[in-house]
């Protein structure tokens, strides 16, 4: 974790920022169990479909993105949250240049 962000507030957006034809990330919180970090997608940057053992909550912090959940698409904007549950196949997409903040929990 880095010692800038303790004990203080932390405006999420602003620790990323969007970069042209790329998908940006900074770890916030790493710990045995779980993981906390903010992602900048430019239009048209996503994900592809994966797994993890684990559930896992995105929260948008600007933008727009489709969320695809064992194939049911989720739209989702400024001020959503979306909660991936462990084992099922997900894939995030920018429907425009979008910020979120993932939470990965292990246990």
């Known amino acids: ?6 004990a203080k507030a ?9 970069q ?7 770890e916030v919180l790493t710990k045995p169990t779980g993981t906390v970090t903010v992602f900048a997608f430019d239009a048209g940057q996503g ?8 559930d896992a909550l ?4 600007d933008g ?3 969320i695809t959940i064992a194939g049911k698409a989720i739209g989702a904007r ?5 909660i991936m549950p462990a084992n099922r196949p997900h894939a995030l997409m920018a ?12 246990s």
Not at 20 to 26: E, I, P, T
């Open 1 to 6: 974790m880095s010692e800038e962000l303790l």
């Open 10 to 18: 932390v405006n999420l957006a602003g620790l990323v920022e969007y």
């Open 20 to 26: 042209a034809g790329s998908v940006v990330s900074r």
């Open 47 to 54: 994900l592809s479909e994966h797994t993890a053992p684990f």
């Open 58 to 61: 995105v929260y948008l912090l």
């Open 64 to 66: 727009e993105a489709e």
């Open 78 to 82: 400024q001020g959503d949250m979306v």
């Open 95 to 106: 429907v425009r240049r979008f910020k979120m903040l993932l939470v990965m929990i292990r």
